[in-house]
């Protein structure tokens, strides 16, 4: 059974930065794609950002692309969001996911975190 634990998530000031991590149990962490997609209160769950499972092709929402940075360390098995220029609108749960391929799309990822509660204040 996989398993995806973020961490990383808290309380920051508006312009700040912040590090998610995404530890993943499992041999094969490196066949897959991982994502991190996030959901407010009230609103649906949204793509934010995915790399490839060797971290040479990565996809961005437009509304972090520039802001944020996704990578990963197949070594340690982890994949981290680096989130800079944070926005009270950045405020939601954020979870990390696994995918056979690149996709924006939340369905066609098989396996999920529990997610970590990002809040930026203004």
């Known amino acids: 059974q996989v398993q995806l634990v973020e961490s990383g998530g808290g309380l920051v000031q508006a312009g700040g930065s912040l590090r998610l991590s995404c530890a993943a149990s499992?041999?094969?962490?490196?066949?897959?794609?991982m994502g991190w997609f996030r959901q407010a209160p009230g609103k649906e769950r949204e793509f934010v950002a995915v790399i490839s499972w060797g971290g040479g092709n990565t996809l961005f929402s437009d509304s972090v692309r520039g802001r944020f940075v996704i990578s990963r360390d197949n070594a340690k098995n982890t994949v981290y969001l680096q989130m800079n220029g944070l926005k009270p609108d950045d405020t939601a749960v954020y979870y990390c996911a696994r995918a056979e391929r690149l996709t924006k799309i939340a369905a066609q990822y098989n396996y999920w975190g529990q997610g970590t509660q990002v809040t930026v204040s203004s």
């Open positions: 499992g041999r094969t962490f490196r066949s897959y794609a």
